[in-house]
């Protein structure tokens, strides 16, 4: 399943920022609608190029400016310091949706709704959306997800009780779930998507 970019994209600035956690670099992007790429990169920080390529494989074409300081994007860096740092769920912060198909969108709202510290499979999320012959479609969505942690796509496991995939590795997956599950008390809070 393909991934439509914003072809109305020339002429926006889009803002990043560029953090360390303890699973690898994360590089976070946002519109002015929200934020639109939360993206892990290993232990090496992405290049000035390699930042450049993640944000116009979503909205080509674009301005693209380090975050200030203060910005609603060290907002959400300082909560997804709070997540691995004391387990705390990572609040609500708006997304911004435009690049993706509409079945992706509608299958990363449903993502949204996971509780944290629980899972569901491809298969619950396919039925839940109303498309209950399309886990496989859902699996590829949850592969094309440009905002991880924050659209809880590590939270979709396989029916048998594997892990599934994940796009930056089942190591990272399975890391983030033993952390929601071992803080699972915090209680839920989710991210909005618009668009």
Not at 175 to 185: F, I, K, V
Request: proline letters at 7%.
């Amino acid at each position: 399943m393909g991934r439509r970019t914003n072809q109305g994209s020339a002429g926006m600035t889009v803002k990043y920022l560029l953090f360390r956690t303890p699973l690898g670099w994360l590089l976070s992007a946002a519109t002015s609608t929200g934020i639109c790429l939360l993206e892990f990169h290993g232990d090496d920080a992405p290049s000035d190029e390699v930042i450049r390529a993640s944000v116009y494989r979503l909205y080509p074409g674009t301005r693209i400016q380090e975050a200030p300081p203060g910005s609603f994007l060290h907002g959400m860096r300082a909560a997804v310091d709070d997540f691995f740092e004391k387990g705390k769920p990572i609040p609500a912060f708006p997304l911004d949706m435009n690049a993706g198909t509409d079945f992706q969108r509608e299958v990363l709202e449903e993502l949204c709704r996971i509780p944290f510290g629980q899972t569901r499979t491809y298969k619950d999320v396919a039925q839940r959306i109303g498309r209950p012959q399309a886990s496989r479609a859902v699996g590829q969505a949850c592969g094309n997800n440009p905002v991880a942690i924050l659209i809880p796509c590590h939270r979709v496991v396989a029916s048998d009780g594997g892990l599934g995939g994940y796009s930056a590795g089942l190591p990272v997956k399975q890391l983030l779930l033993e952390r929601e599950r071992r803080q699972s008390d915090f209680g839920s809070a989710g991210a909005r998507p618009s668009g």
